[in-house]
């Protein structure tokens, strides 16, 4: 079955050290995003990619990395700069010309 | 730029009563509008869009959504709830042309046995 594949789904991590979120895809969709989820607030753009080898600051992108050399992989790092890295980080993605995501079933981060 | 509000962060409803949650959007080009569930502990799932053509568009588990161009609404119904609709729900809003979503800030929904 096709779909996106986030993990793993719980992670803990000391603070100040750096933590990369996977994310695979095999639906050949051209584009991916990266969503935080905090309670109360919605979900939040931190990185897009519309292609490989290209991708775009979301609104809230300052102490997150990303990478997309691969069609099917787009991998979000958390490093030490994110003051308040806790949180549900969402992975989503969509063929292009089309509207509505796909999401993966989520990485829940915490930070001790 | 486009903007989601969901008016009540979160419902509160009895088993098998009728209920509307709703959302109001705010953009300057034509949109595309979409509800989405999420479980706890899991991802978005879709429940039904509005791309163009009836203003009424139906989705899964017996949602239903009306398009209000003039109201700029898109509010979300189900003439009865079961305990199993107790989630998140998400509005969301692509403006015509954009590369990208954007999500109102959820409503709860409760079912009360």
């Known amino acids: 079955d096709g779909g996106i594949t986030q993990s793993p789904k719980y992670l803990f991590r000391k603070e100040g050290q750096n933590v990369t979120l996977s994310c695979e895809q095999n639906l050949n969709h051209d584009a991916m995003y990266w969503y935080r989820q905090d309670p109360g607030q919605g979900l939040r753009l931190i990185y897009y990619?519309?292609?490989?080898?290209?991708?775009q600051k979301g609104d809230i992108a300052e102490g997150y990395s990303v990478s997309r050399e691969k069609k099917e992989s787009f991998p979000l790092t958390v490093t030490s700069a994110q003051k308040n890295p806790t949180a549900f980080y969402l992975c989503?993605?969509?063929?292009?010309?089309?509207?509505?995501?796909?999401f993966g079933s989520g990485t829940r981060l915490t930070v001790v | 730029a486009q903007s989601v509000t969901q008016l009540d962060s979160q419902v509160p409803v009895f088993e098998e009563a009728p209920v509307e949650l709703r959302c109001n959007y705010s953009?300057?080009?034509?949109?595309?509008l979409f509800w989405y569930v999420q479980y706890p502990n899991q991802g978005l799932q879709l429940l039904l869009k509005y791309l163009s053509g009836s203003t009424l568009v139906k989705g899964i588990n017996g949602f239903e959504a009306e398009f209000n161009k003039s109201q700029t609404s898109f509010h979300l119904r189900k003439p009865s709830v079961h305990i199993s609709d107790t989630a998140e729900y998400f509005c969301?809003?692509?403006?015509?042309?954009?590369?990208?979503?954007?999500f109102g800030k959820g409503t709860r929904l409760h079912i009360l046995p």
């Open positions: 953009s300057s080009v034509s949109v595309y």
């Open positions: 969301a809003v692509r403006g015509l042309g954009d590369d990208k979503i954007i």
């Open positions: 990619s519309q292609i490989v080898n290209d991708f």
């Open positions: 989503a993605s969509t063929p292009t010309g089309t509207y509505g995501y796909t």
